[in-house]
C-alpha cells in the first residue's frame, strides 16, 4: 500500500486557499471574497492521487494564537503533523504575506511556496524572480494562478515529492542578540525535543507565547533561566520580545524583498484605488451604498423581478387559464383596442401565442380523473399547491437578488463595506468586523450567525448574533414582495425600504446594547485587507445562484410542505355541530388558537387571526408567512387566480397594519434554524434566550411604533396605544443618547457571567 501523504494549505486570508484547494481536490468549497470566512479547516484528496489528503486552513497573519483561526491553524500545523505545506502568498502583497512564510519556515516540516495571483501579477506588468526568492527563503517557490489554474496541478506534485524528506532549515536568522537568547533557550529547554522543532518552539518561547509553554509543561528552574535571556535581549535592543521578533520579520523580508521583485508602475494609483477613492470616500461612501442596495432591491423586488414573478404566479401556480407567449403584450394590446372600437375584428389569440391551463387546472383535472377523495383534493389543491407555490411564485425575484449579492461579493464591493462601516461603528464602540456577518446574513441568516465566530472580542460577538438576524435574508424576501406588490401596488419605496429598516435596527441595537453594562468595553482593532476589485466570472455568480436556490427549494419542499400540510389541516378541521371533521374556516381549529393569540398583535394593526398565524409560522421558516397567506386567503370562493389570493389579503390589511406587520415579521426572531445556530454559537442557554427575547421585544416595539405613530400622523384618534408608542420612542431616545458606561476592563475575557 502507498504512503498517505497529507498536506496543508496555509497563507493569509484572501490569498487564494480555498480556490487552490477546490482546483486540486474538485471539490465545491464555497470561495467567499471575505476575510476569515473559513474557521474550520476543510479536507479534501488530490485529484490525481487518492493517497494525498489536502487540507483547507483558514487564512492567518501569523502563528501566534490570538485570533480562532489562528489557533485552529497552528494546532493542526504542530499537532497534526502534516507531511509537507503549501504556503499559498499572495504575488500582489509579497510583504505582508512573506511574514508568515518566515513562521512556517521554522515548523521543520517542508515547505513549498506558492507564488499565487500571478494572472494579477502578470498584468500589472511586474516582475518576481522566483529562483532569486527560492534562495533567499531557502525553499521551493513556484508561480501559480489558483483562479486560472495554472501551474496548481504542478505545486501539488511538487510538494508531494517533498512529502516527509529533508527537514528544511530556514536561511533567515534573527540579530546577534536575538540568537543568542535563541540558542540558550533551546539548550535549556527543548534540546530533547526532535531537532526540526526546536527552532520555531524557542522563538515562541522568546515571545512568551504562553501556550506553548503550557504546552511543553517545563520545569520553574528552566522558565525562569529563559525569562532571564529574554530580559536581558529585550534590554539590549529597548523593546518588548514580541515587537523585537515581529520588526526582524519585516526587516528581513524588506531586506529580500528588493531583489526578487520589480514593479513597473510604481506610485501609480491602480485602478482598484482609483474606484476606491470615490465608493470608500468620507463623504459618498454611504450615500453610494444606500444607492446600490436601493437599486439592488428596487431591480430585484419591484421592478424587473416582480414582473418575472407574476409570470410564475400566474402561469405556473395560478389558479386559471393563462395566456403564454411573447405575444402576450401585444395581444392585450390588440384585445384592449378592440374593446376600445379602434379595431373592428377581435384579434385572434392564436396568432400571438396560446392560452395554457396553470398548474392547479392540470392537476385539479387529473385528480378528478382518478376519482381523488374530495379531502385530498383540498389538501393538494388549496393547500399545497396554494402554501408552497405562493413562496415559490417569489422563486425569480430570489434569484435576481441572489445574482446581485454574488457580483457584490465577488468583485470586492461588500468587502469594502465592512470596512466603511467599520468608522461609523468605532464610533460606537463596535468594530467594523461585527458587518461581515451581516454582509453574509443577506444571503441566510445561518452562515451570517456563524461567521461572527472570527470576532475575538466576546461581547462584540454577541452582539452581532444577537443583530444578524435583522438583516432582510433570502426567505423574508417574499413577505416583503408580497407587502410591496400586493399592499402597496409595487410602490418604489417599499422593497428598499426594508433592507434600511434591518441596518438601521442593526446600528440602533449595536449602540443601544453597547451602552449597557453587559456589552461595554473597548474597541477591537480591525485589520482588514481589500481585496483588488475584479469582474466575477460568470460561474461563479451561476454558481452562487444556484447553490442559494437550491437550498431554497430543498426548503420548500421538505420543511415549508409540511408546515402547509399542517396548516391546512388545522385550517379545514374543527368542530362542527359538536362533530370533529371538515369545517368552515372560521370554524377550524387554526382559527380558534389564532383568535386566542391574536390579541396581541392588536396594538400592531394585525390581530386578525390569519396574520397572527402566519407570523408564527413564520418562526419555523419565514416563507411559511407567505405560505400560510397562500392557505389562508386562497380559499375564498372569489378566488380563480393567483392574483385574487393577494387581492383578498389586501382588501382585509390596511397598508400601514401590513408595514408594521412586514416590520415585526424583519425583526422579530428568525427561522429554527438560525435560532438553532444562535443557540450554537452562544453556546449557553441564557444568553440564547437574552437574544431571542430582544429580537421579539424588540420588533414587537418597532412595529408598535409604525403603526400607532403612523394612525396618529394619518389624523387617527388618540389612544392607549397611542401613547405607549410615544413611551417607546422616548425610550429608544434615552437608550441611543444616554452616555455610555465607563469600563475599567481591558479584557473581553471578562465579560460578566450571567
Ligand atoms: P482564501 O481566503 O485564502 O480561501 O481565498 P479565496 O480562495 O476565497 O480567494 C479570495 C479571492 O481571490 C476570490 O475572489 C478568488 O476568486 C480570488 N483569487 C484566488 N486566486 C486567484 C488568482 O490566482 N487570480 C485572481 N485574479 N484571483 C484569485
Ligand atoms: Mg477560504
Redesign the pocket.
Known amino acids: 500500500m502507498k504512503m498517505r501523504i497529507k498536506i496543508a494549505l496555509a497563507?493569509n486570508?484572501?490569498?487564494?486557499?480555498?480556490?487552490?484547494f477546490n482546483a486540486l481536490t474538485g471539490l465545491n468549497q464555497f470561495?467567499?471574497?471575505w476575510p476569515g470566512v473559513?474557521v474550520e479547516k476543510k479536507e479534501g484528496r488530490f485529484r490525481e492521487d487518492e493517497n494525498i489528503i489536502i487540507m483547507d486552513l483558514p487564512?492567518i497573519y501569523s502563528l501566534s494564537p490570538y485570533t480562532p483561526e489562528e489557533v485552529v491553524s497552528r494546532d493542526y500545523l504542530l499537532d497534526e503533523k502534516p507531511d509537507v505545506i503549501i504556503n499559498?502568498v499572495d504575488g500582489t502583497n509579497l510583504e505582508r504575506n512573506l511574514h508568515l512564510t518566515t513562521q512556517l519556515a521554522e515548523l521543520g516540516i517542508p515547505l513549498v511556496v506558492a507564488v499565487?495571483?500571478?494572472?494579477?501579477v502578470k498584468k500589472k506588468e511586474d516582475k518576481i524572480d522566483s529562483a532569486r526568492l527560492e534562495k533567499e527563503l531557502g525553499c521551493r517557490v513556484v508561480e501559480?494562478?489558483?483562479?486560472?489554474g495554472t501551474g496548481v496541478m504542478e505545486a501539488a506534485r511538487l510538494a508531494a515529492s517533498l512529502a516527509g524528506g529533508e527537514k528544511h532549515i530556514p536561511r533567515h536568522s534573527f540579530s546577534g542578540s536575538v540568537e543568542h537568547a535563541l540558542a540558550h533557550i533551546e539548550e535549556a529547554a527543548l534540546h530533547s525535543l526532535p531537532e526540526g522543532k526546536q527552532r520555531f518552539l524557542a522563538v515562541k518561547l522568546f515571545e512568551r507565547d504562553e501556550k506553548i509553554i503550557a504546552r511543553l509543561g517545563l520545569p520553574d528552574a528552566a522558565l525562569k533561566h529563559i525569562e532571564n535571556d529574554i530580559r536581558l535581549c529585550e534590554e539590549e535592543l529597548d523593546d518588548d520580545a514580541e515587537s523585537i521578533i515581529t520588526a526582524e520579520r519585516y526587516a528581513y523580508i524588506e531586506s529580500i524583498i528588493e531583489g526578487c521583485r520589480t514593479i513597473k508602475n510604481k506610485g501609480k494609483l491602480s485602478f482598484s484605488d482609483k474606484i476606491d477613492m470615490v465608493v470608500t470616500n468620507r463623504f459618498l461612501a454611504l450615500p453610494i451604498f444606500a444607492a446600490v442596495m436601493f437599486i439592488v432591491y428596487f431591480v430585484s423586488i419591484t421592478s424587473v423581478g416582480a414582473v418575472a414573478t407574476d409570470w410564475a404566479n400566474d402561469g405556473i401556480f395560478g389558479d386559471g387559464w393563462h395566456f403564454l407567449g411573447i405575444g402576450s403584450a401585444a395581444y392585450s394590446e390588440a384585445i384592449d383596442a378592440f374593446e376600445a372600437g379602434e379595431i373592428s375584428d377581435e384579434p385572434d389569440p392564436a396568432g400571438y401565442g396560446a392560452w395554457v391551463p396553470g398548474v392547479p387546472v392540470l392537476l385539479g383535472d387529473a385528480l378528478e380523473a382518478i376519482n381523488c377523495a374530495e379531502w385530498l383534493q383540498g389538501l393538494i389543491l388549496d393547500g399545497i399547491i396554494a402554501g408552497v407555490g405562493a413562496v415559490l411564485g417569489f422563486v425569480p425575484q430570489m434569484l435576481i437578488l441572489f445574482a446581485f449579492l454574488a457580483f457584490l461579493e465577488?468583485c470586492g464591493y461588500m468587502a469594502r463595506i465592512a470596512f466603511i462601516m467599520d468608522r461609523i461603528f468605532r464610533r460606537f464602540g463596535l468594530s467594523g468586523k461585527s458587518f461581515i456577518p451581516i454582509l453574509i446574513g443577506t444571503g441566510c441568516g445561518v452562515p451570517g450567525i456563524m461567521a461572527s465566530r472570527t470576532i475575538e472580542n466576546d461581547r462584540d460577538r454577541k452582539i452581532t448574533i444577537m443583530t444578524t438576524t435583522f438583516i432582510p435574508c433570502s426567505a423574508k424576501l417574499p413577505i416583503i414582495a408580497l407587502i410591496s406588490g400586493a399592499l402597496f401596488g409595487g410602490a418604489w419605496w417599499v422593497a428598499p425600504s426594508a433592507y434600511f429598516v434591518g441596518i438601521a435596527a442593526i446600528i440602533c441595537s449595536g449602540v443601544m446594547l453597547k451602552k449597557t453594562r453587559l456589552f461595554s468595553g473597548d474597541v477591537a482593532p480591525f485589520v482588514m485587507e481589500l481585496?483588488a476589485y475584479?469582474m466575477p466570472t460568470a460561474v461563479y455568480i451561476l454558481r452562487s445562484m444556484w447553490e442559494r436556490g437550491m437550498s431554497f427549494i430543498k426548503k420548500a419542499g421538505t420543511i415549508i410542505l409540511l408546515a402547509t400540510i399542517a396548516v391546512w389541516f388545522t385550517s379545514s378541521f374543527g368542530w362542527g355541530d359538536g362533530d370533529f371533521g371538515m369545517v368552515d374556516m372560521s370554524d377550524s381549529v387554526l382559527a380558534k388558537v389564532g383568535s386566542g393569540i391574536a390579541w396581541i398583535f392588536t396594538p400592531l394593526g394585525w390581530g386578525d387571526w390569519k396574520s397572527a398565524v402566519a407570523a408564527i409560522t413564520g418562526l419555523i421558516a419565514k416563507e411559511n408567512v407567505v405560505g400560510t397567506f397562500g392557505i389562508l386567503y386562497g380559499f375564498s370562493e372569489v378566488a380563480e387566480d393567483g392574483a385574487e389570493i393577494w387581492a383578498n389579503l389586501s382588501a382585509s390589511i390596511s397598508p400601514l397594519a401590513a408595514y408594521s406587520f412586514l416590520v415585526f415579521n424583519l425583526l422579530c426572531a428568525p427561522c429554527f434554524a438560525a435560532m438553532g445556530a444562535i443557540k450554537r454559537e452562544m453556546n449557553n442557554t441564557r444568553w440564547f434566550r437574552i437574544a431571542i427575547g430582544y429580537q421579539c421585544g424588540f420588533a414587537y416595539l418597532v412595529a408598535l411604533c409604525v403603526y400607532q405613530i403612523g394612525t396618529l400622523a394619518a389624523g387617527g384618534g388618540f389612544g392607549p396605544g397611542s401613547a405607549a408608542a410615544i413611551l417607546t420612542v422616548a425610550g429608544f431616545l434615552y437608550s441611543l443618547f444616554r452616555p455610555a458606561k465607563k469600563t475599567t476592563m481591558r479584557n473581553s475575557a471578562t465579560v460578566p457571567n450571567i
Open positions: 497563507g486570508p484572501n490569498s487564494g486557499k480555498t480556490t487552490l470561495v467567499g471574497n473559513t487564512g499559498i499565487n495571483m500571478m494572472d494579477v501559480i494562478s489558483a483562479l486560472k465577488g481585496p475584479h
